[in-house]
């Protein structure tokens, strides 16, 4: 989910649980798309990213879903752990050349 | 392999002060860009630099200045700071344009202007 104003979307999941992460992109001219994590007091960390000629990109215990039509782009993380507690955010290519745009972010909390 | 190094990590300045921001990347990056991160919100684009020898504004580029000293190293400077720009500070490098690489992040600089 997108933030509003100083309130983080919260994602709240269980140990061991499959975590969905949701973004809405806002330029149907945007052709490049990544996910970062953030852990406190640390910068952003490369997840993946996905170009808009696919639907769907696999890494290691993470998926990306594009859907171009409705302009929305998910991180899907399977067997959720504890280490995968920080906030997530999606950034897109708005302009062509040199400009990342990213999402407020959702902090995702795993229970243990 | 550092990655990419900021530094100072924590800053408090007093309104007025001016302060430069560093930043350096070791893995021969052609882009840098330097944003800001305000609470709870996503990160702004303030200047970036495609190449060596080149720089341009971002979306928040006002009260600011930027030099890419050389192809290693990508500074920002507050020249007469405000409490409106507190904030953490990232600096990022990419191989080429953003469009088709993700950026690599260095950890921030923390800036309180009181």
């Known amino acids: 989910g997108e933030s509003v104003g100083l309130h983080l979307p919260t994602l709240s999941v269980q140990e061991g649980d499959n975590s969905i992460i949701n973004c809405a992109y806002s330029?149907?001219?945007?052709?490049?798309f990544i996910w970062y994590k953030q852990e406190s007091g640390k910068g952003p960390q490369f997840i993946i990213d996905?170009?808009?000629?696919?639907d769907k990109r696999q890494g290691q215990r993470v998926t990306v879903l594009l859907n171009k039509t409705v302009k929305h782009l998910s991180l899907q993380i399977a067997a959720t752990q504890p280490g995968d507690s920080a906030v997530y955010f999606c950034?897109?290519?708005?302009?062509?050349?040199?400009?990342?745009?990213f999402g407020g972010g959702t902090r995702l909390m795993v229970k243990p | 392999n550092a990655g990419v190094t900021q530094t100072p990590k924590f800053q408090v300045l007093k309104t007025g002060q001016s302060m430069t921001l560093q930043c350096a990347q070791d893995?021969?990056?052609?882009?840098m860009y330097w944003y800001r991160q305000d609470p709870g919100m996503g990160l702004r684009l303030i200047y970036y630099?495609?190449?060596?020898?080149?720089?341009d504004k971002g979306e928040v580029p006002n009260g600011y200045n930027v030099s890419r000293l050389n192809k290693r190293e990508f500074s920002l400077r507050l020249e007469s700071a405000a409490p409106s720009q507190t904030s953490v500070y990232f600096c990022?490098?990419?191989?080429?344009?953003?469009?088709?690489?993700?950026?690599?992040f260095g950890n921030g600089t923390r800036l309180t202007v009181t």
């Open positions: 990022a490098s990419s191989p080429e344009r953003p469009t088709n690489s993700p950026l690599h």
């Open positions: 330029n149907s001219a945007s052709d490049y």
């Open positions: 996905i170009r808009s000629n696919m």
């Open positions: 950034a897109e290519n708005r302009r062509a050349g040199n400009m990342l745009t």
């Open positions: 893995m021969n990056h052609n882009s």
């Open positions: 630099s495609a190449s060596e020898g080149t720089t």
